[in-house]
């Protein structure tokens, strides 16, 4: 399984889960152990919060459009 918390990925995933379940808004949108799956890439905190941070401005984005209502991890 591929774990990524890139907007690109998040983005191709949310989508390709919504089609799959033939809907225009997800109630909730899991982040799952993205500061360990991060941890496993990258040593340095200041680079795993600024890549977290990017991951939660896209799912704010994504409430803000109306594509998933709430998201967490």
């Known amino acids: 399984m591929i774990h990524s918390l890139h ?3 998040l983005s191709y995933s949310l989508q390709k889960t919504l089609k799959k379940l033939n809907v225009e808004t997800l109630d909730c949108l899991l982040l799952s152990e ?3 799956n991060l941890l ?3 040593t340095s ?3 795993v ?3 977290l941070g990017h ?3 896209f799912c704010e984005a994504m409430v803000q459009e109306g594509k998933i209502k709430a ?3």
Do not use: H, N
């Open 49 to 51: 919060m600024l890549r």
């Open 71 to 73: 998201y967490g991890i």
């Open 34 to 36: 993205p500061v360990e």
């Open 40 to 42: 496993k890439q990258f």
């Open 45 to 47: 905190k200041k680079e």
């Open 7 to 9: 907007p690109v990925w």
């Open 55 to 57: 991951a939660f401005a």
